[in-house]
């Protein structure tokens, strides 16, 4: 099927949930590169706690021994992101920004909005494994901001290249 066929909505989903997995790429790759380049943590922390605040907090510890928790933890966090990115496409769909930075400014203000959302309401409803997101037992708190606005900038990037090629037309922006 064409996808300049598709109705607009699913056109935007689409554009949503492929943006919003290039940004929890781009979120993982700042978490996961903190992680490698630190002495205190390693490179799969990050997905390794995502799985232990769904599963608990034995799910976290020496990679080697938690192969599952990584692999489970980094399908959780493409999923999350690619809803994440569903929602700034609707968002940009109903705004219509005008211009190239626009999109890109208001993924930025998305991505630590929902940085807040998590930090704040999300993580203390699992008490007892939210502290490997609000403490440094991860990566410390300016690498959870950054890593949410380089998640947001990505799907806003991806958002404006979608609709200079035509991806996301006038019915849909």
């Known amino acids: ?9 699913k056109r935007v989903v689409a554009i ?7 940004g929890g ?19 799969w922390d990050a997905p390794m706690a995502i799985w232990a605040w769904v599963g608990g907090i ?38 219509r920004p005008r211009g190239d930075i626009a999109p890109i400014m208001a993924g930025v203000v998305y991505g630590l909005g929902v940085w807040v959302v998590m930090r704040y309401v999300i993580l203390p409803l699992n008490s007892g494994e939210d502290d490997l ?14 890593g949410h606005a380089v998640l947001g900038m990505a799907a806003g990037v991806f958002y404006t290249v979608a609709r200079r090629a035509g991806l996301v037309g006038q019915d849909a922006r």
């Open 58 to 95: 034995e799910h976290f510890g020496s990679p080697g021994n938690h192969v599952g928790p990584i692999v489970l933890g980094l399908g959780g966090h493409m999923v999350n992101s690619m809803m994440i990115g569903v929602g700034f496409a609707v968002l940009m769909a109903v705004l």
């Open 133 to 146: 997101f609000t403490t440094s037992l991860v990566s410390p708190q300016w690498v959870w901001w950054l």
């Open 25 to 43: 790429m781009m979120l993982a790759m700042v978490e996961m590169l903190y992680g490698w380049l630190s002495d205190a943590h390693t490179f």
């Open 16 to 22: 949503g949930a492929a943006g919003g997995a290039i």
């Open 1 to 9: 099927m064409d996808f300049a066929g598709w109705s607009a909505a």
